[in-house]
């Protein structure tokens, strides 16, 4: 039983590591993450070259340090590198907000070019938690589609209860017709 605990232990933390990648190995165009709030959520940026990232915040595109964006109070979390054109099995087992089924096809300078021009332009929207937050950013940059994967699932719920809302509400109006 113990040991079967530890297995388990080890295995998430493996997960959890997956992807990591030091600061010497970063490359521009690069997408990558830090897990925030003891990994109950990711927060994603576009490294553009000389320690810095360009990602999206509650309040606005923003270019920082690394050192800023993978600060959480005290703490420096590891840098990830986030995966693309995974196949559809290992997207759907492995950690939501880490990897995507969709291919990598810009090059990293495309990639850049797209973080500096939302930099500098007037950003990406109005930021919304499950809409448009910094994951939907790092994806546009990269492959050109909002998506983000940690939110995909409630997002589509969401969707979906609001079409049964408003079926509901069809029903109740023709009744009331009658």
């Known amino acids: 039983m113990v040991a079967a605990i530890i297995s388990k232990f080890f295995m998430v933390l493996m997960l959890l590591s997956w992807n990591e990648i030091r600061q010497e190995e970063l490359i521009p165009g690069e997408h990558i993450y830090t897990f925030r709030r003891c990994g109950l959520y990711t927060h994603h940026g576009i490294y553009i070259g000389e320690g810095y990232v360009i990602h999206f915040t509650r309040t606005r595109v923003d270019k920082t340090s690394l050192d800023s964006f993978r600060r959480e ?10 995966a693309y054109g995974r196949p559809l099995l290992e997207y759907q087992l492995m950690r939501w907000g880490t990897r995507s089924i969709l291919p ?6 495309e990639v850049v070019n797209k973080a500096w ?23 546009f940059c990269k492959t050109g589609v909002r998506a983000s994967a940690q939110t995909a699932l409630f997002s589509f719920c969401q969707h979906k209860a609001k079409d049964v809302e408003e079926w509901t509400m069809g029903i109740l109006k023709r009744i009331k017709l009658n």
């Open 104 to 109: 990598d096809a810009k090059s990293p300078e």
């Open 73 to 82: 109070g005290e703490k420096l979390h590891p840098l990830h590198s986030y």
């Open 117 to 139: 021009e939302l930099y500098g332009g007037d950003g990406f929207g109005e930021y919304n938690l499950i809409d448009n937050n910094c994951e939907h950013f790092a994806t």
